[in-house]
């Protein structure tokens, strides 16, 4: 798996961990930042989750028609935007939740497998795409004799041109992303 597919499938994930805290009585109404800290609640580590990953996630999903979104008044400073799931959101999220059932499936029965094995994994182990994750977040490291920033000598090749990554494709189907 590319570490593009991996930031992918995290930001699925994350689609499905804010659906449920907007279905929620609680999280009616809620602004970015509290969904935020709520998504320790599905596993996450704050760090996992960086605060543009969170509102480029709820962008799409207003984009996609799942949440709107309104300015609130903020308590004790500027105002803050609200979410609130649709009627589209909800049956996105039951969507969804049948994907994952069928996931849970077959992942439970790789685990049952390799169980079987009788190998278990140890807590040092990071499966592949959190590998990936900080691997791409290392910065690139200049070359011998050079500085960072410093333009290449006439006999040294340029560093190849930073590639843009595609914009999140929001018509992705949910049996595209899992099967």
């Not at 949910?174 to 099967?179: I, N, Q, R």
């Amino acid at each position: 798996m590319s570490n593009k597919d991996g930031a992918r499938h995290m930001h699925r994930i994350i689609e499905v961990c804010l659906l449920v805290l907007l279905c929620r009585s609680e999280g009616e109404n809620a602004h970015g930042y509290a969904l935020g800290e709520r998504l320790t609640e599905f596993g996450f580590d704050e760090s996992e989750i960086s605060v543009s990953t969170l509102y480029r996630t709820l962008r799409g999903m207003e984009e996609a028609g799942w949440v709107t979104s309104s300015w609130a008044p903020g308590e004790q400073g500027p105002q803050r935007r609200q979410y609130a799931i649709t009627d589209a959101g909800r049956q996105a999220l039951d969507r969804w939740a049948a994907v994952l059932a069928r996931r849970r499936e077959r992942l439970n029965r790789g685990l049952y497998a390799y169980a079987q094995l009788g190998r278990t994994p140890t807590e040092e182990a990071q499966p592949p795409a959190e590998l990936q994750a900080v691997q791409a977040q290392t910065a690139p490291v200049a070359p011998a004799g050079r500085k960072s920033g410093q333009k290449p000598a006439a006999d040294q090749p340029e560093a190849a041109p930073a590639v843009k990554k595609p914009a999140p494709r929001w018509e992705d189907s949910f049996a595209d992303y899992w099967d």
